[in-house]
């Protein structure tokens, strides 16, 4: 007999979801709303007085080349992140998923990275592509093959997408990983019986299968690409050399906080979040037809 257990009051429910609204409204939606706010206003240049201004804020930006630039460095960095971090997870899920000795020990060590903060991360990466002590930068230059990451501005992108892409490879590849667990042994046998190879099985089956989880990474990487990688950059390039790795999110930051312009930096934040709902609701419009669920 099915017992069902009611609940007498009605505000109780609210009571329990009080704390958690409390939280979403004061550390997210107000701080959105006072950045769309200050986006619209120009404050002197000891921020005691503010002047609304329009759109002007928005018109100076985009007449500005070096946010183009910044615009452009966005796409390039966020694509390379987004692309490395989702191949090199779902290839060592892969590998990770087979049934050898001491895959429990592999995946673990696999999953340790993403505890690692960005900063702590981005030291790491120094410790490597340093051109003076950076095990991997010095044997470059002494190969005699040319490598200053805080001179050459390509290098300088390459290095912060390879830690940021190496930051977000252990989140991805926990999700990979379960998707490819669920994924019922018999479809791949009889597979295999039939006569087709690994990697026909694994495009023809597997990673149709793994569709949900590939979109949803996608989601979330791209997020991460655009506002998690502050850290790293930060530690590692500062935006430089020559604001070659300046982000959308690390120039908001600069004008913001080291400029003092809110005005200007209230506008970026603005212009950033519309980027991301508009690729996240292209990505929800196309990209999710080739979802199998």
């Given at each position: 007999m099915d017992r069902k257990v009611v609940f007498n009051q009605k505000l109780l429910p609210y009571l329990l979801l009080l704390p958690q609204m409390a939280i979403t409204l004061v550390f997210f939606f107000w701080p959105a709303g006072q950045a769309v706010w200050f986006a619209f206003l120009r404050q002197d240049a000891f921020g005691i007085r503010t002047t609304f201004v329009g759109f002007e804020n928005f018109t100076d930006l985009f007449a500005d080349p070096l946010y183009l630039d910044t615009i452009r460095n966005t796409a390039v960095f966020s694509t390379g992140v987004t692309i490395l971090a989702l191949a090199v997870a779902l290839l060592l899920a892969?590998?990770?998923?087979?049934?050898?000795?001491?895959?429990?020990?592999?995946?673990?060590?696999?999953?340790?990275?993403?505890?690692?903060?960005?900063?702590?991360?981005?030291?790491l990466w120094i410790f490597l592509f340093h051109p003076s002590i950076g095990l991997i930068g010095r044997a470059l230059n002494d190969a005699g093959l040319p490598f200053d990451y805080k001179l050459n501005g390509n290098q300088a992108m390459l290095v912060v997408i390879l830690a940021s892409a190496w930051k977000q490879v252990s989140y991805n590849f926990i999700?990979?990983?379960a998707g490819l667990q669920s994924i019922p042994k018999a479809v791949l046998e009889a597979a295999a019986i039939d006569g087709a190879r690994a990697t026909r099985r694994?495009?023809?089956?597997?990673?149709?299968?793994?569709?949900?989880?590939?979109?949803?990474?996608?989601?979330?990487?791209?997020?991460?690409?655009?506002?998690?990688?502050?850290?790293v950059i930060d530690a590692l390039t500062k935006g430089g050399p020559a604001k070659a790795t300046e982000t959308l999110i690390y120039r908001a930051y600069v004008d913001g906080r080291v400029n003092l312009d809110l005005g200007s930096s209230s506008a970026q934040s603005v212009v950033l979040m519309i980027v991301v709902i508009l690729l996240t609701a292209i990505q929800f419009r196309y990209v999710e037809r080739r979802v199998h669920y």
């Amino acid at each position: 007999m099915d017992r069902k257990v009611v609940f007498n009051q009605k505000l109780l429910p609210y009571l329990l979801l009080l704390p958690q609204m409390a939280i979403t409204l004061v550390f997210f939606f107000w701080p959105a709303g006072q950045a769309v706010w200050f986006a619209f206003l120009r404050q002197d240049a000891f921020g005691i007085r503010t002047t609304f201004v329009g759109f002007e804020n928005f018109t100076d930006l985009f007449a500005d080349p070096l946010y183009l630039d910044t615009i452009r460095n966005t796409a390039v960095f966020s694509t390379g992140v987004t692309i490395l971090a989702l191949a090199v997870a779902l290839l060592l899920a892969v590998l990770a998923d087979r049934q050898i000795r001491g895959a429990t020990g592999y995946r673990t060590l696999l999953i340790w990275p993403y505890a690692i903060a960005p900063a702590i991360a981005a030291v790491l990466w120094i410790f490597l592509f340093h051109p003076s002590i950076g095990l991997i930068g010095r044997a470059l230059n002494d190969a005699g093959l040319p490598f200053d990451y805080k001179l050459n501005g390509n290098q300088a992108m390459l290095v912060v997408i390879l830690a940021s892409a190496w930051k977000q490879v252990s989140y991805n590849f926990i999700f990979f990983l379960a998707g490819l667990q669920s994924i019922p042994k018999a479809v791949l046998e009889a597979a295999a019986i039939d006569g087709a190879r690994a990697t026909r099985r694994f495009w023809t089956i597997i990673f149709p299968l793994l569709s949900p989880t590939t979109f949803f990474l996608l989601v979330v990487n791209l997020v991460y690409a655009f506002f998690d990688t502050f850290g790293v950059i930060d530690a590692l390039t500062k935006g430089g050399p020559a604001k070659a790795t300046e982000t959308l999110i690390y120039r908001a930051y600069v004008d913001g906080r080291v400029n003092l312009d809110l005005g200007s930096s209230s506008a970026q934040s603005v212009v950033l979040m519309i980027v991301v709902i508009l690729l996240t609701a292209i990505q929800f419009r196309y990209v999710e037809r080739r979802v199998h669920y």
